[in-house]
């Protein structure tokens, strides 16, 4: 069955570093999305991104996240300047109408 | 109001336990519906989408009550292996829309 691959498992950092996680959707979906899950609280959505373009962001998606679609198949998350309320799970999801299928999710822990 | 929200749990139920988890959600236009399982620090599984008419998979069903605004997830015969967090999620417009989550109900079955 196919499914959503996120790497790195763990990142860990110093604040102020940039950081790319990297997503691999299902090969036919469409829709790309990320998410973050801070320790002990709810998944919060990020972006989504339809067509090599952003189509809704967050609030919490500001100036210091970028997304990328840099070929057929990798998905990245790039975060500037890493802060440590950036610390939390990062979870990327793809679908191909409305549902939705989540990856293991990258770990990042920012010093 | 929040835009989703959830039992807050947790819900402890010995094995062989139904147990109901009920969901409301603030925009009344919203599209689509999906109950989620996410275990200790992994990532949100699909459990099922929500259909108006209900629907029913093994021993989970699920309904939607457009009306009131809520959904449920019933769950019969609880097995030691559905202890985790359930997960309710709304995406309030169609295809590509972003999944906004409650915070989750935590579900032990104990033998």
């Known amino acids: 069955e196919p499914e959503v691959t996120q790497t790195p498992s763990h990142q860990v950092t110093q604040m102020g570093q940039e950081v790319i996680l990297r997503c691999v959707p299902i090969s036919n979906h469409l829709y790309f999305y990320w998410y973050r899950q801070i320790l002990g609280q709810k998944v919060e959505f990020l972006v989504s991104?339809?067509?090599?373009?952003?189509?809704?962001k967050s609030e919490i998606f500001d100036d210091q996240f970028s997304v990328e679609r840099p070929d057929g198949s990798n998905f990245t998350l790039k975060i500037r300047s890493t802060k440590l309320e950036d610390s939390a799970m990062y979870f990327c999801?793809?679908?191909?109408?409305?549902?939705?299928?989540f990856g293991p999710g990258t770990r990042l822990l920012v010093l | 109001r929040k835009e989703v929200e959830q039992d807050p749990g947790p819900f402890n139920v010995p094995e062989g336990a139904t147990v109901a988890f009920n969901c409301t959600y603030s925009n009344s236009a919203s599209q689509s519906f999906f109950w989620y399982r996410q275990d200790c620090r992994k990532e949100p599984k699909l459990l099922m989408s929500?259909?108006?008419s209900g629907n029913e998979d093994g021993r989970f069903t699920a309904q939607l009550n457009r009306a009131s605004q809520y959904i449920s997830l019933l769950i019969r015969d609880s097995k030691l292996s559905d202890s985790a967090t359930y997960l309710c999620a709304v995406n309030p417009y169609n295809q590509g829309g972003k999944l906004i989550f409650g915070q989750g109900t935590e579900l032990s079955v104990k033998p």
């Open positions: 991104f339809y067509n090599n373009e952003i189509s809704e």
């Open positions: 929500v259909y108006s």
């Open positions: 999801a793809s679908s191909l109408y409305e549902t939705q299928y």
